[in-house]
Each structure stands twice: as C-alpha cells, then as structure tokens.
Nanobody, 114 residues
Framework: QVQLVESRGGLVQAGGSLRLSCAAS????????MGWYRQAPGNDRELVAT???????DYLDSVKGRFTISRDNAKNTLSLQMNSLKPEDTAVYYC????????WGQGTQVTVSS
C-alpha cells in the first residue's frame, strides 16, 4: 500500500523560510520522478517543483530561485526548502510522483502572513 505523508508546514511571515518533508512508502522511490504540488483555496492544484530519479530539477516560474527540491533515495524522503516566502505561496502542499500515479496524502498547510 502506497503512503505519502507530508509534514513540517506552518505559519510564517513573508520573507521567512520553511522546509517541507515527504515520507514515501510502498513504492520504488528511487525509480520515480517526484514532485511537490500545491493547492490554494479556489484554485486548481499545481505542480511546483519536480526532481527526476537522479538530480535533475524543474520549477514553477513563480518559485524559481526561492524553492529547492531534493530527495534522499536511501530514506525514501522528499524535501522542499522554501525561502523568501510570499503570501501567494499560501496553500496546502502535497507530494506525489510526476506525473501523478497515486492518491493524494493529507498534505501540509503553509500559511504566509503579510
């Protein structure tokens, strides 16, 4: 059974930082491209950052230079370092494969106050 568990979201002031974590089980993590997605109220879910099975990465234009995605294949974990946060980054953040193959986890809430 596949489980994707996101954690370490929170409330932060604009300009602050957070580091999200995703623990994956039930999949061959190292063979999958992984990504962080987010969904703000009233908006569609969007793909924010992708990391290939190696180290190749890609980012949504609005987060380039501020967010960094990384993975630890030995621990089956995915991380998202978010710096210089803006109120428009407020959303529930999810991890999944890219393209998405599995059900969504519960996500982790990120709220950026102005």
């Amino acid at each position: 059974q596949v489980q994707l568990v996101e954690s370490r979201g929170g409330l932060v002031q604009a300009g602050g930082s957070l580091r999200l974590s995703c623990a994956a089980s039930g999949i061959i993590f190292s063979r999958n491209a992984m990504g962080w997605y987010r969904q703000a109220p009233g908006n569609d879910r969007e793909l924010v950052a992708t990391i290939a099975s190696g180290t190749l990465t890609d980012y949504l234009d609005s987060v380039k230079g501020r967010f960094t995605i990384s993975r630890d294949n030995a621990k089956n974990t995915l991380s998202l370092q978010m710096n210089s946060l803006k109120p428009e980054d407020t959303a529930v953040y999810y991890c999944n494969t890219v393209p998405r193959s599995f059900s969504w986890g519960q996500g982790t809430q990120v709220t950026v106050s102005s």
